[in-house]
Each structure stands twice: as structure tokens, then as C-alpha cells.
């Protein structure tokens, strides 16, 4: 049972409501699109159209060394790396508890801002695009067969405020998004590094 059906079955015992996690085809057919992308870029582009965030919405980062380091958005390969010594990021509480978290008032949880600063080349407008701060958050690990952490997936939504910030992540969408760290953790570019440009 994955993490995120654990902590629906906790609030559906709260409530009474019995819910079963659901296979539709909606979710095969996410899967699918996935396990095709050959790249981080192709594969992180399929995860923010399921969540309806932009593709600098989505955070992909690999575990070598002690270190995260991200392999997308291309503007943070370059921008540093988390340790995982690190007590206020909550890539690395992710790592070291192996399991998904989601917060709808990130800009409360006392975590690691110097990422946020970086500004993204957006292709639809002209120059770099100025940071807005992380309003919402899931973080999901990436962890192979063995439940080795291979590293993390994180979906946000950024915005000046946190009711510009759009509509809050719910269980379904940490339930989509541990689905889809599944499928990175099969993906070449997670296991031998990043691919040659």
C-alpha cells in the first residue's frame, strides 16, 4: 500500500467513507506517457500537463553522493546541489522518511528558499521570467525495487500569493504523483546520470 493510500484510508476511517484506490485507465494511460520519455525534460513535461502546472512547476532531482542534485529544471542543474545533511529542506525529509508529502501553505514550512530565486527562460515570452515564491508543494521519493532512494519528485505551484496560487493539491494528486515517481524510478536517466546534450 502505497503512502499516499495509507494517509487516504486515515481520513476515510476518520470520516467512515470507505475508498479503495482507483486503477482507471486515465491513470494506465499516465503511466504509459511516462515510461515513454526518454529524457528528464520529456518526462517532466508529462507531469506538469497531468497537474496543470508549468514545466518549471516541476521539480526532478537525483540522489548521488549525500548530495540532490537537480537534473530538471535545466536552470537548477547548474544552481547547486541539497545535502543531505541539510535539516530544512524538505527534499531531504523526503529522502529520510521515504515518503510523500503535501503542503497547500508551503510558504509556512520552514525550508530551503535559495532555488526559488533562480530565475526560468520561459519559451513563450522574451527574456527570464522573475521568480514567484512556492505557494503549494508535493514531494514524492523516487526509490528502486530494493527501496533505495534513487531521488525525488516534486509538483508546485508558485505565485506571488497563496490564493493566486491556484486550486490546493488534494490526495488524489500525491496518489498521481507517487505513481508517477514510480515510473521515473524504472527511467534510465534516473540509474546512469544525465543524458549526453
Known amino acids: 500500500m502505497s503512502r499516499a493510500d495509507e494517509i487516504s484510508g486515515q481520513i476515510s476511517a476518520k470520516t467512515g467513507a470507505a475508498v479503495a484506490p482507483a486503477r482507471s485507465a486515465d491513470n494506465l494511460s499516465f503511466e504509459s506517457a511516462l515510461g515513454q520519455a526518454t529524457t528528464p525534460e520529456e518526462f ?29 529544471p535545466l536552470e537548477l542543474r547548474t544552481a547547486g546541489s541539497i545535502p543531505i545533511s541539510s535539516s530544512s529542506a524538505v527534499a531531504v525529509h523526503t529522502v529520510l522518511t521515504r515518503k510523500v508529502e503535501l503542503f497547500n501553505n ?13 530565475k526560468f527562460t520561459a519559451s513563450e515570452e522574451p527574456g527570464p521570467v522573475e521568480p514567484a515564491p512556492i505557494q503549494k508543494l508535493m514531494s514524492a521519493p523516487i526509490t528502486n525495487a530494493d527501496q533505495k532512494v534513487l531521488g525525488i519528485l516534486q509538483v508546485c505551484r508558485k505565485a506571488a500569493d497563496l490564493k493566486m496560487a491556484g486550486r490546493d493539491f488534494t490526495l488524489d494528486d500525491l496518489q498521481q504523483l507517487e505513481r508517477a515517481a514510480k515510473v521515473a524510478s524504472k527511467l534510465a536517466f534516473m540509474k546512469t546520470g544525465l543524458p549526453q546534450q
Do not use: D, Q, Y
Open 44 to 72: 517532466c513535461a508529462e507531469v506538469a500537463n497531468a497537474f496543470a502546472v508549468r514545466p518549471t512547476e516541476v521539480a526532478l532531482l537525483r540522489l548521488e553522493k549525500g548530495l540532490l542534485t537537480f537534473i530538471f
Open 106 to 118: 508551503f510558504v509556512k514550512v520552514k525550508h530551503v528558499s535559495v532555488f526559488e530565486t533562480v
